[in-house]
């Protein structure tokens, strides 16, 4: 009965360090902080920024926004910006996040 017990335990514990090897959005979002990030939203506009904080329902706040068109041409500049997790789309970290607003 002991050693059944202990296997069990054992298959917990590989199925947990399993999962931790997925990150989840929210982990991701606490990875990219202080850097660029690109967040399209549901209705089609986009911004850069450096993402400045977040929190578990996905709201973000970037630091020097700027507003850009299809073509990565800056509209507006904001400075700091909260933009609601609900109106989101996607968000790109990264690479592709770097290249500057024309």
């Known amino acids: 009965m002991i050693s059944r017990r202990m296997r069990e335990e054992d298959m917990d514990r590989s199925q947990q360090s399993r999962n931790t ?3 989840t959005p929210l ?3 606490k990875r990219a902080l202080n850097a660029p990030v690109i967040v399209k939203l549901k209705d089609g506009e986009e ?3 450096i993402l400045n ?3 578990p329902t ?3 706040v970037l630091e020097d926004s700027k507003q ?3 073509n990565g041409n800056a509209l507006v ?3 700091k910006i909260l933009i609601r997790g609900n109106n989101i789309l996607y968000i790109v970290i990264g690479e592709s996040a770097n290249k500057p607003p024309k």
């Open 21 to 23: 090897n997925v990150d």
């Open 27 to 29: 982990r991701l979002l």
């Open 47 to 49: 911004y850069r920024g």
């Open 53 to 55: 904080n977040y929190d």
């Open 58 to 60: 996905m709201n973000i």
């Open 68 to 70: 850009v068109d299809e």
């Open 77 to 79: 500049s904001f400075g």
